[in-house]
T-cell receptor
Framework: EADIYQTPRYLVIGTGKKITLECSQTMGHDKMYWYQQDPGMELHLIHYSYGVNSTEKGDLSSESTVSRIRTEHFPLTLESARPSHTSQYLC?????????????FGQGTRLTVV | GESVGLHLPTLSVQEGDNSIINCAYSNSASDYFIWYKQESGKGPQFIIDIRSNMDKRQGQRVTVLLNKTVKHLSLQIAATQPGDSAVYFCAEVDNNTGKLIFGQGTTLQVKP
C-alpha cells in the first residue's frame, strides 16, 4: 500500500464556490502529479511538480491551480467551481532520484459541481 | 502531443483463460512503460513495468512485452481470475519532461 492520501473522497459543491483538494504523501517523493479522469476514461495530466516550489501545467488545460510549499503536500484549488469541473481528480507521486519509476496513486476525489 | 493508446476498449474472457491487452504508443523517445490496473472507485495500481532496453518482463501471472520497432506493448495475464476484472492502462514516461502519460483504458471482464 502506498502512503498517499487524498481528501475529501467525495465532494458535492455549488457553482461559484472555491474548493481545495488535498493530497499528501509520506514517502518523501519529489515528483507529484494531478490527473483528471472521467468515468471509464483515460487519465489526463493537469499539473505536476518536480519538487518544492516547482509546478508545471500538464497536457490538459485546467482552470485549477496548484502549489508545492512542502514536499509532502500538493493541493489543487479551483477558485470558482463550475459544472464542467465535475470529474474525478487523482493525485500521484513517484520516487526521488530515479528517472524511471512508477507513480503511486491516491484513492481520488470525486467532485460534483451542481 | 505524444500519446499512448490501447486498441480495444473492452475485452471479455472466460475465467481461467489467458488475457492479452494491447497498447500502442507514439513517442519514440519514451524509455519506460508501465501497466496500471484500476478497480472501480479506486486509484490506479502498479502492475508491472518495463524499460526500453528490454523486450519482455515477467511478474506473477503477468508478462509485459515491448516491441520498439512498431511501438507496441502488451500485457498478458495468465489464468485470468474474476479479481482481474478492472480497467487496464498503459503509461509511458516522457524522456524529456518526466511526465507520466496515460493511454485510453481497456476494460477487462472475466466471465465465470
Amino acid at each position: 500500500e502506498a502512503d498517499i492520501y487524498q481528501t475529501p473522497r467525495y465532494l458535492v459543491i455549488g457553482t461559484g464556490k472555491k474548493i481545495t483538494l488535498e493530497c499528501s504523501q509520506t514517502m518523501g517523493h519529489d515528483k507529484m502529479y494531478w490527473y483528471q479522469q472521467d468515468p471509464g476514461m483515460e487519465l489526463h495530466l493537469i499539473h505536476y511538480s518536480y519538487g518544492v516550489n516547482s509546478t508545471e501545467k500538464g497536457d490538459l488545460s485546467s482552470e485549477s491551480t496548484v502549489s508545492r510549499i512542502r514536499t509532502e503536500h500538493f493541493p489543487l484549488t479551483l477558485e470558482s467551481a463550475r459544472p464542467s469541473h465535475t470529474s474525478q481528480y487523482l493525485c500521484a507521486s513517484s520516487e526521488p532520484g530515479r528517472r524511471n519509476t512508477e507513480a503511486f496513486f491516491g484513492q481520488g476525489t470525486r467532485l460534483t459541481v451542481v | 502531443g505524444e500519446s499512448v493508446g490501447l486498441h480495444l476498449p473492452t475485452l471479455s474472457v472466460q475465467e481461467g483463460d489467458n488475457s492479452i491487452i494491447n497498447c500502442a504508443y507514439s513517442n519514440s523517445a519514451s524509455d519506460y512503460f508501465i501497466w496500471y490496473k484500476q478497480e472501480s472507485g479506486k486509484g490506479p495500481q502498479f502492475i508491472i513495468d518495463i524499460r526500453s532496453n528490454m523486450d519482455k518482463r515477467q511478474g506473477q501471472r503477468v508478462t509485459v512485452l515491448l516491441n520498439k520497432t512498431v511501438k507496441h506493448l502488451s500485457l498478458q495475464i495468465a489464468a485470468t481470475q474474476p479479481g482481474d476484472s478492472a480497467v487496464y492502462f498503459c503509461a509511458e514516461v516522457d524522456n524529456n519532461t518526466g511526465k507520466l502519460i496515460f493511454g485510453q483504458g481497456t476494460t477487462l471482464q472475466v466471465k465465470p
